[in-house]
């Protein structure tokens, strides 16, 4: 799993080499010649021959038949038809499913089909009512809804399209022109389910605006600014290929949980916290990694008043501050609903819960569903006594100091925080996530997809409005300087550059200025048809993020993501890196499929980066932590080559 995922197959003419019956195709794993070995010990299938040997091959055999086209030219949108079996064990392999088979795109609002005829001559417009979308339907085999959900994947030097469509398909296309066609109707398809028009010049604007068209045709985006974002090392054709995860990745730590873990809090101090189901274990930071010591904060429920209303059950999220001396601790009010009407203040020192505090805005009780430190090193301020809150429609900072200087009673009602800043926006923002810089701007995420940008002198209105590329972001996060976010959605990532040049010439961040129309076209990370097939259908990406630097002029290393029991990791200046081979031969938006993958026996429940001062000197990175319900581990991320 990682690295470029190619999994070439043989060429189109090649069963002519088969007995009769026999429909095993070879295919190629990326750059890797060895077996992998993930964390949970499970081998992965050796790979049978290089790119250059496969190539070579493919040339032989064309001038041996002749060129495909002429085999078949009365059918129309002919192609052969792979599927994937065996998973990722030594027995995994492509088969020919179809030998000769066509394609079409239908639109129908039925996705099983069951009322139709299936006579191959089915119209590309079944349905013209307001519920119908497209759907890729190929031979008898394949009926899929189109949307990112497939996880399509091309390879333009082989005219071939990977997908996902309850198991993991491979098309490959007799011409070039084919192949063109197949991926221009895909994206057209795919831009009408998504948004309900059709894919024209005039709807790309409406969707995207005219600053932003760079999203909808990125060769016509200004992409300097990622060249010039690039590490001049990462240009050098051998260190462009991904190293493999058991050269780099070396396991520390690894231990049991006191209870189910529900979330991480990683301190950059001397200690960080795992926040089980009844309590909060106590972990020391370690070089490579964090290790237990043995102290168990119970939950003390006897310092809450009788009958409040705030609710509590296990925390869904804590949030160090006061130099990591105290804890927020944010329940959510029911399952399934994410938002709440106040937090708890824990005392790490004395594992008592000190505070009750409620949300209030002009004495009417509001719900908040995150909350977030002022900056990225804030939690290490000790006198730090606010922070950020958001909503739905609302984005805010609270105050936890009285404005009377009377200290609070928890006899008597709930402390209230003050509102000392922010807005409630009208109805529609759908405000979903959010994260700050170094300086305390902010990112904010939404159901819509879209990220706003806001300065720390305003949180009435963004500064910058990235448009949604159709998927709701579901968590966000943002470079200490400002330059870079990453927005997650369930089925890929979303990297944006901040940067542009203002009309004196100077270079900003979109935290601070209007971008106008010279912004740079996103780049997508995503996990190849397989590794997302393999992830298991109800398997969505959570919770990215950069490594964690505090310091002005330091940069993230890394970013990481989880998706099931994968954690997945990529080389944050490979992904910036224009001519890093993953990007060769794409259309549309740059993707990424450069990763390395740490699989677990169960589902992860987070996975984030040390602060960078745990680094050591043969691991330039600080250590991975990785939590899922029962078991932390720690891992070390070298820079051995």
């Not at 000392?420 to 819509?448: K, P």
């Amino acid at each position: 799993m990682g690295g470029a995922h190619s999994h070439d197959l043989v060429s189109d003419s090649d069963e002519e080499e088969y007995e009769e019956g026999n429909e095993e195709e070879h295919f190629q794993d990326s750059k890797d010649e060895t077996p992998e070995r993930s964390s949970s010990g499970r081998r992965r299938p050796k790979t049978p021959s290089s790119v250059d040997e496969v190539e070579a091959k493919l040339k032989a055999l064309k001038l041996k038949y002749g060129s495909a086209n002429t085999q078949h030219p009365s059918l129309k949108n002919a192609v052969k038809l792979y599927l994937h079996i065996g998973g990722n064990t030594p027995k995994a392999k492509w088969v020919t499913s179809e030998k000769l088979t066509s394609y079409s795109f239908v639109k129908t609002s039925n996705i099983d089909g069951q009322d139709e005829e299936e006579d191959g001559e089915e119209s590309e417009y079944e349905e013209a009512n307001g519920d119908a979308f497209w759907v890729l339907k190929v031979a008898n085999k394949v009926r899929v809804k189109v949307g990112v959900e497939m996880q399509l994947k091309t390879f333009g030097d082989q005219r071939r399209a990977d997908f996902v469509a309850k198991g993991v398909w491979a098309m490959k296309f007799f011409t070039d022109e084919e192949y063109r066609n197949f991926v221009t109707k895909f994206n057209d398809c795919l831009f009408e389910n998504t948004y309900g028009f059709e894919s024209n010049d005039a709807n790309k604007v409406k969707v995207y605006g005219k600053d932003f068209i760079g999203w909808a045709k990125p060769e016509a985006a200004d992409d300097s600014i990622w060249e010039d974002a690039e590490d001049a090392a990462l240009k050098s054709p051998q260190s462009a290929t991904p190293v493999r995860a058991n050269q780099d990745l070396r396991e520390e730590f690894e231990e049991a949980a006191n209870g189910g873990i529900q979330s991480l809090a990683l301190g950059a101090l001397d200690n960080s916290f795992l926040v089980g189901d009844s309590g909060i274990q106590v972990v020391k930071n370690f070089a490579h990694g964090i290790h237990g010591k043995g102290v168990f904060v119970n939950f003390d429920h006897g310092g809450q008043r009788s009958g409040s209303d705030l609710g509590y059950s296990t925390p869904k999220k804590a949030l160090l501050m006061r130099a990591e001396t105290n804890m927020l601790l944010m329940s959510p009010m029911t399952e399934g609903k994410p938002h709440t009407k106040g937090v708890h203040q824990l005392d790490i020192e004395t594992g008592k819960i000190v505070s009750e505090w409620r949300f209030e805005k002009d004495g009417t009780d509001i719900t908040m569903r995150d909350i977030t430190n002022d900056g990225k090193g804030a939690q290490l301020d000790p006198s730090g006594a606010t922070f950020l809150g958001l909503d739905d429609n609302r984005l805010c900072r609270w105050d936890m100091r009285d404005r009377n200087g009377i200290v609070q009673n928890l006899a008597n009602s709930a402390p209230v925080l003050n509102w000392t800043q922010g807005h409630q926006f009208s109805r529609g923002t759908n405000f979903q996530c959010f994260a700050t810089t170094g300086d305390g701007s902010i990112v904010v995420g939404s159901l819509d997809g879209k990220i706003r940008l806001y300065s720390t002198n305003s949180m009435r209105q963004a500064k910058t409005a990235f448009p949604g590329l159709g998927s709701p972001i579901t968590h966000v996060d943002v470079t200490f300087d400002g330059k870079w976010i990453l927005g997650t959605t369930d089925t890929y990532l979303i990297l944006i550059c901040t940067m542009f040049t203002d009309k004196d010439g100077k270079s900003k961040t979109g935290f601070n200025g209007r971008m106008g129309n010279r912004i740079a076209a996103p780049r997508l990370l995503k996990l190849t048809p397989l590794d997302s097939h393999l992830a298991g259908v109800n398997n969505k990406f959570r919770n990215a993020q950069f490594s964690w630097v505090t310091e002005n002029g330091k940069q993230e290393r890394h970013l990481v993501a989880t998706v099931g029991k994968f954690s997945v990791i990529w080389n944050f200046q490979q992904v910036k890196n224009g001519s890093h081979e993953c990007y060769h031969n794409q259309e549309g938006l740059k993707s990424c499929y450069c990763y390395k993958i740490v699989l677990k026996d169960d589902s992860i429940v987070d996975s984030r980066f040390m602060h960078d001062k745990f680094a050591v000197t043969d691991s330039p990175e600080a250590p991975l932590v990785i939590a899922t319900n029962q078991k932390v581990s720690s891992f070390s991320i070298s820079s051995r080559r």
